[in-house]
């Protein structure tokens, strides 16, 4: 059966023959300023069920760490996508996951990685107490909407007496929580 449109270049639907294989690819290069941080590339769409329980599970696995890491949303920003398909030199399924800037692995390598106790030493210099209370930024959402353009991707610029294209936030009018951000930041 061939893929087409939008899911083939999302990458992540996956071949019937090889749904429960593991894609390890080896990156061709690091993800963009993840030199020094951990970075996670997983979506939040539900409409591909295995996919997100996957990229669920390594959140829930990563947040249970107690480290502070960038999350960077292939459903959320086209940016994320470009970057991770850049990055793999082609489409690829998600989560995927880097510690400074090194590729760690998809989703089995991090089950596997976590249940051996290796997760955790390779986290260590990382970890971090993430607050248990609710972001006073979004709500534990990860995103605010634009404080420029107000989430609609324009705004009226004085000096040019007209709408111009904001340039500040994503392609859907958010930001990614400063206040989330800060112990992920370079």
């Given amino acids: 059966m061939e893929k087409s449109g939008w899911w083939r ?15 390890e690819r080896k ?14 590339y997983y979506t939040s769409s539900r409409v591909i069920k295995q996919t997100y329980a996957e990229c669920s599970a390594v959140l829930s696995i990563l947040r249970g760490h ?13 940016k994320h996508l470009e970057e991770i398909t850049d990055i793999f030199g082609g489409p690829i ?10 590729y760690v692995g998809g ?18 210099g990382y970890i971090k107490k993430r607050p248990k ?11 605010i909407v634009c404080f420029i353009c107000n989430g609609s991707k324009k705004f ?9 294209s904001c340039n500040t936030c994503i ?15 370079e």
């Fill in 9 to 23: 270049k999302v990458g992540l639907l996956r071949s019937f023959q090889g749904a429960d294989e593991e894609d």
């Fill in 171 to 185: 392609e859907n009018g958010l930001l990614p929580c400063p206040v989330c951000m800060l112990g992920a930041v």
């Fill in 156 to 164: 009226y610029e004085e000096e040019r007496k007209e709408m111009v």
């Fill in 93 to 102: 399924s998600v989560p995927r996951l880097f510690v400074a800037g090194k």
């Fill in 66 to 78: 107690s480290i502070f890491f960038q999350e960077r949303d292939v459903f959320i920003s086209r």
């Fill in 133 to 143: 209370r609710v972001c006073k930024g979004c709500g534990n959402m990860r995103y």
């Fill in 27 to 40: 990156p061709v290069k690091p993800p963009p300023k993840g030199n020094k941080i951990v970075v996670l």
């Fill in 107 to 124: 989703f089995q390598r991090i089950i596997e990685l976590n249940e051996g106790g290796e997760l955790k030493k390779l986290l260590n």
